[in-house]
DNA sequence: TTTTTTGCAAACCGTTTGCATAACG
DNA sequence: CGTTATGCAAACGGTTTGCAAAAAA
């Protein structure tokens, strides 16, 4: 599920109801890429329907995972959510900028594949972002030139 | 720095005095491998040395940080130290039993290349688990046998 | 009218802070 | 003795909870 209809009518469908809120919060999130955070969604929500309670976001965040549109995620430090059926890319995080970059989960095909060989262990680095120094900061790094 | 003294007459030499607490949070985190949070510690204490507050680990936590002992992580959810100089493994954590193995950085060292050859990207595993599944859980979860 | 959903307020957990007291050197 | 470290209590931010009132079906 891509967008904000087609959720909703799950929701009905499971016989949960329709309100205002509701409505907002899911097409907030339906709009957001990548990582979901819910205090990205309340400030956000400051917009597009002022008052709704921060509860109610943390309840339709559990909502929304029940019926399988979000799972969880760790980034770095903060934990959030992200779209269950947007699993195709992971995070490059930048040390030293902040920087995120996403980068399809193909480039990373071989490299979980060698890691397998070596250790049985199957990566799953959608879940997770990578950090690490980006191109940019290194070449701000590097001693001459 | 890899033993408790020496981080003792390092704290000593830079004008900080000894005190059983921070002797004893001291040696507690020495003894500890891989992930330190502040809540284990506090545990910990709990026999060593009871009583200790909460707020003099965190300072003590501080502490070693800005003398360089420990540095920050992120792993998973929870964010944390670990012993700066120890900085020569990553965690592998299985998504579906929890469990966690340590991986020698060299094992991942192909891996980092072929990552940077293919984005420019220098991934520092050290500072993250990577998740995924163990072979444990990837023998358990095959459908026939 | 029944049942779900909301807002509110309180509670929670881990962490941080200010301040008076204790203790190191 | 001067100065630093500690304990305590209060505050913090993000999250979770119980409950009464509001709103959906």
């Known amino acids: 599920m ?3 209809d087609a959720v909703l009518d799950e929701l009905k469908r499971r016989g949960h109801r329709m309100t205002p809120q509701r409505r907002a ?33 943390y309840r339709t965040l559990d909502l929304l995972e029940e019926i399988g549109v979000l799972s969880h995620t760790h980034f770095g430090t903060s934990s959030g959510y992200h779209h269950a059926e947007r699993l195709d890319h992971t995070h490059l995080v ?6 995120t970059r996403q980068i399809h ?13 070596k250790t049985g ?19 701000q790094l590097r001693p001459s030139d």
């Open 2 to 4: 891509q967008n904000t």
């Open 25 to 57: 919060i899911v097409a907030e999130i339906m709009a957001m890429a990548g990582h979901i955070s819910p205090q990205d969604i309340v400030q956000r929500l400051e917009d597009r329907l002022p008052g709704v309670n921060d509860s109610t976001v």
């Open 94 to 99: 930048c040390n030293r900028c902040g920087r």
């Open 105 to 117: 989960i193909e480039a990373l095909a071989s490299v979980r594949d060698e890691l397998e060989e």
């Open 121 to 139: 262990f199957l990566a799953d680095f959608t879940h997770q972002a990578i950090s690490g120094l980006c191109s940019n900061c290194r070449e």
